[in-house]
């Protein structure tokens, strides 16, 4: 018989579960304020406090560590199955998307420095202006990918893969209004690969909240929509709306 149906062994595992999960939330908070630091380096062309977030970006690696090795050891001691195993699972690649988060604002943090630290003729605040209305579209999309995973809310879920759309058509777009700026500025093309790696790193970053709004579906449902349409997502899901 498994030794979970017993009350104060149930009790134990909810409460190694739930400090696995407070370590996801803590690494997405983290992964949060790398970001917001990351890009505000950026606009104040502070390359010691950028310095800064790269240094940082060790402290998301070691709750990243440290969560593998609680889930392993609660893998060890409790054995789960079905279900159970499939939650502790997801959970753990959900930790996986937080942490790559912390890699992806470390590349901004490394473009400040690179931009103006090199002495080098920086680029103008024109061309960098995408870079900063990505970053609070992004922004906005990890914030309500924390606040669903961390409520298990499927309405917040649904609403963080809607807006990767959004993103996707907003990097082509600043894409397009980069090469303009090139051809109108031909100076400004030593800069545009640097600013393109940027925005690529928004993007992904954007693409890792789309992966937790993912993985909150299927922690509540049961149901892997990772492959499938927005609208066949919305459709499995309406019902629990």
Request: aromatic letters at 4%; a negative charge; hydrophobic letters at 45%.
């Amino acid at each position: 018989m498994n030794e979970m149906i017993s009350g104060h062994t149930v009790k134990a595992y909810n409460q190694e579960l739930k400090t696995i999960n407070q370590l996801a939330i803590k690494l997405g908070e983290l992964g949060l304020d790398q970001l917001r630091r990351a890009v505000k380096t950026l606009k104040e062309e502070d390359t010691k406090a950028a310095g800064q977030v790269i240094d940082r970006d060790q402290k998301l690696n070691a709750i990243d560590v440290q969560a593998d090795e609680e889930i392993i050891r609660l893998i060890a001691k409790r054995q789960p199955v079905a279900k159970d195993l499939r939650d502790i699972l997801t959970v753990q690649k959900t930790i996986a998307d937080l942490e790559r988060v912390g890699d992806e604002a470390r590349k901004i943090a490394n473009l400040t420095i690179h931009f103006f630290d090199n002495g080098k003729t920086p680029p103008g605040n024109e061309i960098l202006r995408d870079i900063y209305s990505m970053a609070e579209f992004v922004d906005q999309m990890l914030v309500q990918s924390l606040e669903a995973f961390s409520e298990l809310n499927l309405h917040k879920a649904l609403e963080v893969i809607k807006r990767d759309e959004t993103l996707y058509e907003e990097f082509r777009d600043a894409l397009r209004r980069l090469s303009t700026f090139i051809m109108e500025d031909s100076r400004s093309v030593g800069h545009a690969v640097d600013i393109v790696l940027a925005l690529r790193a928004l993007e992904r970053i954007g693409g890792h909240a789309k992966n937790i709004g993912g993985f909150v579906i299927f922690l509540v449902t049961g149901k892997d929509v990772r492959h499938e349409d927005l609208n066949m997502i919305a459709a499995e899901i309406a019902d629990r709306l």
